[in-house]
């Protein structure tokens, strides 16, 4: 059985109750990252989560909120006295920036207790896996966005598949990508009013996403990077887009920072 953990669900912009979107993956006792915002080192604290079982960031693309604590994270694992290597993955436009984050405080070379940071730049070709072992499958598909960013799927031993668009525009390649999942978590920055915004920034709104949700058919859909502090509240996003089918399974769940989902 994996466990998805929302470490924050908000957009750019977050709020009294929403950190800007990370979240943690679990199979098995070992741990990924799914991109790097507000306070990840307290948050593995308050969760009980040894830190040693982090084993795998992954960025999606180099937009501030989705990389902004990163050398916070690897600062506080050194402090701590971590030995065990830390494995990150990303595209080049974001290793760039990871490289940029890391040596603007030399956290790839501190004189002492110095833990191996690998890095593995991803090649950006659909569906690229990315990592296999015991504990789950990690392929990766580029999306359409302001800057090259890329959806996650992984899959668990048990076979459940769990997809994260990240940020995107509409694109067919999210579609073939997420086909059918057990989960799909998608973004959904605007109400369907931002049509504007969402094609200028290359997001989604209300819309897109109801037509998106549509398309991929997945088992359980949940929608992420969606502040309540912007113009349309969370309950008016989900009253956009509305029902997907009959049954409570085919309602859009909109999970809450620090909630743990059960695959």
Same mark, same amino acid.
């Given at each position: 059985?994996?466990?998805?953990? &929302?470490?924050?669900?908000?957009?750019?912009?977050?709020?009294?109750?929403?950190?800007?979107?990370?979240?943690?993956? #679990?199979?098995? !006792?070992?741990?990924?990252?799914?991109?790097?915002?507000?306070?990840?080192?307290?948050?593995?604290?308050?969760? !009980?989560?040894?830190?040693?079982? $982090?084993?795998?960031?992954?960025?999606? %693309?180099?937009?501030?909120?989705?990389?902004?604590?990163?050398?916070?994270?690897?600062?506080?694992?050194?402090?701590?006295?971590?030995?065990?290597?830390?494995?990150?993955?990303?595209?080049?436009?974001?290793?760039?920036?990871? #490289?940029?984050? $890391?040596?603007?405080?030399?956290?790839?070379?501190?004189?002492?207790?110095? &833990?191996?940071?690998?890095?593995?730049?991803?090649?950006?070709? #659909?569906?690229?896996?990315?990592?296999?072992?015991?504990?789950?499958?990690?392929?990766?598909?580029?999306?359409?966005?302001?800057?090259?960013?890329?959806?996650?799927?992984?899959? &668990?031993?048990?076979?459940?598949?769990?997809?994260?668009?990240?940020?995107?525009?509409?694109?067919?390649?999210?579609?073939?990508?997420?086909?059918?999942?057990?989960?799909?978590?998608?973004?959904?920055?605007?109400?369907?009013?931002?049509? !504007?915004?969402?094609?200028?920034?290359?997001?989604?709104?209300?819309?897109?996403?109801?037509?998106?949700? %549509?398309?991929?058919?997945?088992?359980?859909?949940?929608?992420? %990077?969606?502040?309540?502090?912007?113009?349309?509240?969370?309950?008016?996003?989900?009253?956009?887009? !509305?029902? $997907?089918?009959?049954?409570?399974?085919?309602?859009?769940?909109?999970? %809450?920072?620090?909630?743990?989902?059960?695959?």
């Amino acid at each position: 059985m994996g466990r998805v953990i &929302f470490l924050g669900t908000g957009s750019a912009l977050p709020s009294e109750t929403q950190d800007n979107t990370s979240l943690l993956i #679990e199979s098995n !006792g070992s741990y990924l990252m799914i991109d790097c915002s507000g306070t990840p080192y307290r948050k593995l604290l308050k969760l !009980g989560v040894e830190r040693d079982r $982090l084993e795998h960031i992954l960025i999606t %693309h180099h937009h501030i909120d989705h990389i902004y604590a990163l050398p916070s994270l690897i600062e506080c694992l050194w402090v701590e006295g971590r030995d065990l290597p830390l494995h990150i993955y990303a595209l080049p436009s974001a290793m760039k920036a990871v #490289e940029t984050l $890391l040596d603007l405080w030399n956290l790839r070379s501190r004189p002492v207790r110095q &833990f191996q940071i690998e890095l593995h730049s991803l090649a950006g070709y #659909e569906n690229e896996l990315i990592l296999q072992n015991i504990n789950f499958t990690i392929r990766t598909s580029p999306m359409v966005h302001a800057v090259p960013s890329v959806a996650t799927k992984i899959t &668990f031993p048990d076979g459940k598949t769990f997809v994260y668009s990240s940020d995107t525009a509409p694109c067919k390649q999210l579609v073939e990508f997420a086909k059918g999942v057990d989960y799909v978590l998608m973004e959904c920055t605007f109400c369907g009013d931002d049509e !504007g915004l969402a094609e200028v920034t290359l997001h989604l709104n209300s819309n897109q996403y109801r037509e998106l949700a %549509h398309s991929i058919a997945a088992n359980n859909t949940l929608l992420i %990077h969606h502040s309540d502090v912007t113009a349309c509240p969370h309950v008016e996003v989900l009253q956009e887009i !509305g029902p $997907l089918g009959n049954g409570h399974k085919k309602m859009v769940y909109l999970p %809450h920072d620090m909630e743990i989902l059960e695959l």
